[in-house]
């Protein structure tokens, strides 16, 4: 995880208000998970100082509340399969509005769709896979790790919430922020990172993540790192 310059709590002991050293004037409002080890946090728009940060906080709570209700909505709609007594028909097509499968476009303006919810996309559709026997349990628990707890913190240390602002350099920082890491866990993880690229923004129409799926960083993925790890 990146340094952080400042660090201060909010919303009465909630979640946390963070300005990271390799992102200085950005503050981040950060909350732990229930029950699971992990965070989950947002940009706090607008904010300048650390005192405008903690009074523009609880927008950022309810960001991220909102953002974990499309999430929900999303998670529920894809594990129903026709419903009992329903209409079979009609339920696929809610599950492919809320939870598009890859091939079928991102919903919204791309511009729009948040880092966390496309990776939720992303995933109830490999888990779609893994139920139909085309993908290994353990290989979905590997993708989930990576991609919701590195990944979306990742991108949102850089400052970015949308995958609209995806592009080319946007993970030339990533083999510092995991330096913590062995070389063989940064390969697996940017592995994970260039499907998720390539096999979901790139064919959901995201041009600029054709970019980042063909940089050199992420074809690291698949060699030996070179002279470019530190």
Known sequence: MPAALQKVT??????????YANRPGRFFYRELVEGQRRYR????????TIE???????DAYGELREQQSKVTAGNSTSQQQG???GSPGKNQQERKRKNPSPNEGLAGSVSEITVAEAVEQF?????????AGMLKEGTLKEKRQVLRTHLVPYLESEGLSTVGEIERMTFERYLLYRRE?????KRKELSIIRDFTRNHLVRNGLEKADQVSRSALVDYSGMGFGHRER
Do not use: D, F, M, P
Not at 41 to 48: F, H, N
């Open 10 to 19: 909010a919303l009465g002991g909630r979640g946390t208000i963070l300005e």
């Open 41 to 48: 946090s947002v940009l706090i728009k607008g904010a300048s």
């Open 52 to 58: 405008e940060a903690q009074l523009l906080a609880i």
């Open 83 to 85: 419903g009992v007594g």
């Open 123 to 131: 995933l109830n559709a490999q888990a779609e896979k893994c139920a």
């Open 181 to 185: 890491t062995t070389k063989l866990t």
